[in-house]
């Protein structure tokens, strides 16, 4: 265990310069840890990387005992919602029968707390791939305009699907359109609503009864038009794509991200492709699991044993693409908020050693998201940082325990962790 170090302030202005003086720099990009450095903060950017001289810290620097610094974790595949049902033991209690009916605006208290429970976590960026009513949105300008402390936001606004039964449960979550015409238009109306990317269903869904999700959901000249709308906008594009069919044929079309692509480990061609081509895989291995087990209660049973068939192939598939080159990112999938980082570990138990794990969560997750200044500790990068009492490299599972995270910074700002109290300064 490292020695203990002093809490420091999360309500002050930040100083022009903070100081991390004897950490072990884990870069996020993959190149070895670096220890005994120091690294200068100033403003929101890191400004400098250097060695840590002398065996005492300078006055101004906080001392951190040789605890190892990583970038802000981030999560590629989260739902932001005000819905807690697959999030045992967060939020408020189910109501009772007879109590007095709840507003519907508590649902934006219950977002604030997931926000909070993120950072508490470590995780600074999240990419909401679909949420209730705009939630997503509506969190992600929260925190952009300082009314909310919480992770950086880029939402999807409402998941593009062609007209299905899924559309019957998930309701507000979806924009439902048919043909290439109108699978353009809902692409510029997400993009009025305030989305960051695009979102399409280019398959089923597991958690659908009616829904097969082996075959396409859409045509390809719709799936075309989708993309083609939204790469000639600026904007990069999430599949959901489960089954072979459809997920063959959003890796044809040039999406971005395969959102887990369970099956690709019965399809090398396709894995050498999204290498070639830099495509991201978020195989969500939790989700699976979650339905198989966790959730399994409230899940109609062919979902479950669907799940667990599922699960089996996800594993394959996250093997596979690691032995083709795929670029991997973290993508949680589950509840409750703050337990994200338990994704990391079921991607390390298929087969990724302990810096591949990191680095989906860092560097290649902000890759996959079109982040070009986070996920690195670098000079220059924006200066969100986590410092962890433990050794990710060796056992990446020290992430997902709450009590090893003892410093998170997001923009230069303590915002959460054992050293970060409210009345404590920054110091040594």
């Not at 707390?113 to 976590?121: C, G, H, M, P």
């Not at 209730?132 to 606004?157: K, Y």
Request: glycine residues 10%; hydrophobic residues 45%.
């Amino acid at each position: 265990m490292t020695a203990p170090v002093a809490p420091v302030s999360s309500t002050a202005m930040p100083p022009a310069e903070r100081v991390l003086w004897n950490v072990r720099v884990i870069p996020g990009d993959g190149t070895p840890a670096r220890e005994r450095m120091a690294v200068g903060v100033r403003d929101e950017r890191i400004a400098w990387v250097e060695p840590a001289g002398g065996e005492d810290p300078p006055a101004e620097a906080l001392d951190c005992a040789g605890r190892a610094l990583l970038p802000g974790l981030i999560d590629a595949h989260v739902h932001l919602s005000s819905s807690t049902e697959r999030s045992p033991g967060f939020g408020p209690p189910e109501p009772l029968h007879g109590e007095e009916p709840r507003q519907r605006e508590l649902g934006y208290y219950v977002l604030a707390q997931s926000a909070a429970e993120l950072l508490a976590a470590g995780v600074t960026t999240v990419r909401d791939v679909g949420s209730f009513d705009l939630e997503g949105v509506t969190v992600r300008q929260a925190v952009e305009l300082g009314l909310l402390a919480g992770p950086r936001v880029l939402s999807c606004g409402r998941i593009i699907s062609a007209t299905s039964p899924g559309g019957a449960i998930f309701g507000s979550m979806y924009h439902e359109a048919d043909g290439p015409y109108a699978m353009r238009h809902a692409v510029r109306r997400q993009l009025r609503d305030g989305a960051s990317f695009i979102k399409v269903m280019a398959t089923g869904a597991r958690s659908v009864v009616r829904e097969d999700p082996e075959p396409a959901q859409m045509t390809r000249e719709e799936l075309r038009a989708i993309v083609e709308e939204a790469h000639r906008m600026g904007f990069r594009v999430a599949a959901h794509a489960e089954g072979l069919e459809g997920t063959r044929m959003a890796i044809e079309e040039g999406v971005d991200t395969v959102e887990h692509g369970l099956a690709l480990h019965r399809a090398p061609d396709l894995l050498a492709v999204m290498a070639e081509r830099g495509t991201t895989l978020v195989p969500t291995l939790s989700t699976f699991h979650d339905v198989a087990d966790r959730f399994a209660p409230c899940f109609a049973p062919v979902l479950v044993d669907l799940a667990k068939r599922q699960a089996e192939e996800a594993a394959l598939t996250v093997a596979a693409a690691r032995t083709a080159g795929v670029p991997m990112a973290m993508g949680y999938d589950s509840g409750p908020p703050g337990a994200n980082l338990t994704e990391l570990v079921r991607m390390a138990d298929a087969g990724l050693t302990g810096g591949e794990a990191v680095v989906a969560a860092t560097s290649a997750a902000a890759r996959a998201l079109g982040l070009h200044d986070v996920g690195v500790v670098r000079p220059g990068a924006v200066a969100d940082l986590v410092l962890v009492d433990g050794d990710p490299l060796a056992d990446p599972a020290v992430l997902a325990r709450r009590d090893a995270i003892q410093l998170v910074l997001a923009g230069g700002r303590p915002v959460a962790g054992g050293m970060c109290r409210p009345a404590d300064p920054w110091q040594t």
